[in-house]
């Protein structure tokens, strides 16, 4: 299996301002096709996931210009430039190359 | 808009069965692949499995923890899919998440379900 690893695990922001999470795989997640099979998911409290990146880099519908992803190979990151009050919840990377796997989660707060 | 809705879930005993239940709504059902998902109490997410649609053989994947002990289905005609549960264990206890797959080089979960709670014990 594909092992993802997220960090930090917790990760306290201040509204307006920037954060960012890593997630590292296992194993190469470029298939040879050029895309990276990398997603990022938000669960809000109380709700369930939602997608909020696919291929790594593309924003999903609706989801604000604020969030963007980025990285190839077995290194990516998840950025918020200005956080918002309800940017609150864990964020999971997940792969596809492979039968998926999760990442841990990171908890933003 | 699209609308997945979980049921069927419940308390059951060990080595016991369940079926949960999927109904999709506001989309050409018969198109989607669907994927169940679960999250056990406090913990992260976890890939069950998925089915594609009949258009790609309606063929299964599963995740090697469920494997030979659950079985996803679909009934076009209704919009539904299924996820047969045998010889549940105390740790398939979890919230299940039904998900819609979209597809764009692979398949990504784009909608989702709130969710049923599956609580197996004795």
């Known amino acids: 299996d594909i092992v993802m690893t997220q960090s930090p695990v917790s990760l306290p922001v201040t509204p307006g301002e920037p954060a960012s999470i890593s997630c590292r795989s296992s194993q190469t997640l470029l298939h040879s096709n050029g895309y990276n099979y990398l997603d990022w998911y938000l669960q809000r409290p109380g709700q369930s996931p939602q997608l909020l990146i696919y291929m790594a880099s593309k924003r999903a519908s609706g989801v604000p210009d604020r969030f963007s992803g980025s990285g190839s190979g077995t290194d990516f990151t998840l950025k918020i430039s200005r956080v918002e009050a309800e940017d609150v919840g864990v964020y999971y990377c997940t792969q596809a190359l492979e039968i998926r796997t999760f990442g841990q989660g990171t908890r933003v707060e | 808009e699209v609308q997945l809705v979980e049921s069927g879930g419940g308390l059951v005993q060990p080595g016991r069965s369940l079926t949960l239940s999927c109904t999709v709504s506001g989309s050409t059902f018969g198109d989607d692949a669907m994927a169940w998902l679960r999250q056990a109490p406090g913990k992260g997410l976890e890939w069950v499995g998925f089915?594609?649609?009949?258009?790609?053989?309606?063929?299964?994947q599963y995740a090697a923890s469920v494997k030979g002990r659950f079985t996803i289905s679909r009934d076009d005609s209704k919009s539904i899919a299924y996820l047969q549960m045998n010889s549940l264990k105390t740790e398939d206890t979890a919230v299940y998440y039904c998900?819609?797959?979209?597809?764009?080089?692979?398949?990504?979960?784009?909608?989702w379900g709130k969710g049923t709670t599956v609580t197996v014990s004795s």
């Open positions: 998900s819609r797959l979209d597809f764009y080089f692979y398949y990504y979960m784009d909608v």
């Open positions: 089915i594609r649609s009949e258009a790609y053989g309606g063929t299964t």
